[in-house]
């Protein structure tokens, strides 16, 4: 298939083109090819020539990225020069940008000022960060990454050695960097610095001996995988989800006791009035006292069960809800008096309560099945089952033992969970905040899930395979730090991370070299691609990137 000129002449003399679309067929009966137009474009003087672009850019999309630049390049009037190489360059530039403006660079370059490293320190971090976000690797195969399948931008060539260097430097000055930056952060993006959301998760190991280690240990696993050393990993984020701050803490240690560093951590960064929001496993009367140091607040959520005195007060007492979103409702309580007077906040979803309704009918109806099959079993099998059932997760709780051994359901329990449909039970210190924010600021708890979703899928924060604890400390800040590009790139542009790496990994950078010459030029930025980079502030790539000439 080619593109072919057809002339005609007038009878004034005059000569016009006509661009065809054309392609040879062979002639069944004159045994020879000849050519079959299949698209006329019309007069060459009078061609759409906007129209033939929107082809082009159409058809382009059918072809590789490195087959588009070799196509581009001659277009461009670049023949004799030979395409080498074509890699992904949208998503470095993307995120280079980011780091720029959140002035990770300006840290860094601060903390090194007074060192005197040879090594590329500066770009190993950005190398290791952008990594996390574009293509999650371990730290052996980074160096090939930079070196064949990305293009960073860098001067130097970034070694393994590099790296190690690198996560050792920044292990070194973290808390410095974690605060500059994300005060850089706030103060850029006019972050409301008023509600600290925190919670915990853990991150497993996959290797065969943990050795010696403070943080590494075996335990129950939030991901049922206990048959890995884990530690467990903090982290604080704003109620727009940009994150505050990381720590990295030891896999047996429960969530309670964490609170105690977490808040002396933060107080010295002298952020204001801040109301913390935790989950229920932070509730312990010794963390409520700790989360009011130095003027601050709290809003947690209970437990709903345990027979825990106040709590109890708090879900019989009565009144009415107030309905303030479609599914949520709230009813505000006050339990005890004088100085141990609690306030409380009970949240109630209609949809969510008529699920929980639906899920302990299916769980009760599994039940009285267990009960009759068990009745058909011999004594001793009939023992064990009743022991396998009675310690089951979810039906052992709806589940009372008879004087004769047999199980029963209790009817007790199942009216007390039918009272808990829907709600939850937050407790807060804070009395200037009105209830209908304190329910919403709790809900805002998902930014913190949201978070850790995007640091395990997105940045794969595990599994981890290193097995010192400073490597694992410094692994976790650099997952940190693309939290911070990431999360910052989904809140300015209303996207998320996925969409906008898929967009923007289409910008390659092709490589061209000539006996005289080597240049590098990247594709052509579409408008979507635009978009993003005009909501973040970020200057597109120009078309050429480089133009070496030989002296």
């Known amino acids: 298939m080619y593109v072919r000129t057809n002339t005609r002449k007038n009878k004034d003399g005059s000569v016009v083109e006509y661009i065809q679309l054309a392609h040879n067929r062979r002639h069944p009966n004159k045994k020879y090819s000849v050519a079959q137009v299949i698209y006329t474009f019309g007069r060459k003087d009078q061609l759409d020539v906007s129209a033939i672009k929107r082809l082009i850019k159409s058809l382009s999309r059918l072809i590789s990225s490195e087959d588009a630049m070799e196509l581009k390049a001659n277009i461009s009037g670049l023949d004799g020069f030979e395409f080498i190489s074509s890699r992904p360059a949208g998503g470095a530039h993307l995120l280079k940008g980011l780091w720029e403006r959140l002035k990770i660079n300006d840290c860094i370059k601060g903390a090194l000022k007074n060192r005197a490293f040879s090594a590329p320190i500066g770009d190993a971090l950005f190398a290791l960060v952008a990594n996390r976000a574009l293509a999650p690797a371990s730290k052996l195969a980074v160096e090939k990454w930079v070196s064949d399948q990305v293009y960073l931008g860098n001067d130097k060539k970034i070694q393994v050695q590099h790296l190690y260097r690198s996560m050792d430097f920044l292990l070194e000055h973290q808390e410095n960097i974690q605060e500059r930056v994300f005060w850089s952060t706030a103060t850029l993006l006019n972050l409301t610095v008023d ?21 590494k240990a075996w335990t129950r696993s939030k991901q049922k995988r206990d048959d890995l050393p884990h530690v467990t990993v903090g982290l604080a984020v704003t109620r727009e989800g940009i994150p505050v701050k990381c720590w990295v803490l030891p896999g047996n240690q429960h969530d309670a006791k964490c609170v105690d560093q977490v808040q002396q951590d933060l107080n010295s960064w002298k952020l204001g009035k801040v109301v913390w929001v935790m989950d229920r496993g932070m509730t312990s009367d010794e963390n409520k006292r700790i989360l009011q140091r130095a003027g601050g607040q709290y809003i947690l959520g209970e437990k709903l069960r345990g027979r825990i005195k106040n709590n109890e007060k708090a879900l019989n007492t009565g009144g009415r809800y107030k309905k303030i979103r479609k599914n949520l409702h709230i009813k505000e309580v006050h339990v005890g008096k004088g100085t141990g007077k609690g306030r409380y906040v009970i949240a109630y979803n209609p949809e969510q309560a008529t699920h929980d309704k639906k899920t302990r009918e299916r769980l009760l109806e599994r039940i009285a099945s267990e009960l009759t099959s068990i009745k058909t079993l011999p004594e001793k099998k009939r023992i064990k089952a009743n022991v396998l059932l009675k310690t089951h997760r979810s039906m052992g709780r709806y589940l009372k033992e008879q004087k004769n051994g047999n199980l029963k359901v209790d009817k007790a329990v199942v009216k007390r969970e039918e009272k808990l449909d829907g709600k939850y039970l937050l407790s807060t210190s804070d009395e200037s905040m009105s209830a209908e924010d304190i329910a919403l600021g709790y809900k805002q708890l998902y930014e913190v899930e949201h978070a850790f979703r995007t640091l395990k899928s997105s940045l794969s924060l595990r599994p981890v395979y290193h097995s010192k604890d400073d490597r694992i ?25 996925q969409n906008i790496r898929a967009e923007i990994e289409q910008i390659h950078i092709g490589e061209f070299v000539h006996k005289d010459a080597r240049i590098l030029q990247y594709t052509e930025v579409t408008q979507k691609q635009r978009n993003i980079f005009k909501k973040l502030r970020i200057k597109p790539p120009c078309t050429f990137k480089k133009i070496e000439l030989s002296s």
């Open 473 to 497: 400390r410094s692994h976790v800040m650099l997952c940190w730090l693309a939290l911070m590009l990431v999360r910052t790139a989904e809140y300015e542009t209303k996207l998320t991370w």
């Open 195 to 215: 509600l600290i959301f925190f919670d915990t998760t853990n991150t497993y190991f996959e290797i065969d001996d943990p050795g010696p280690s403070e943080l």
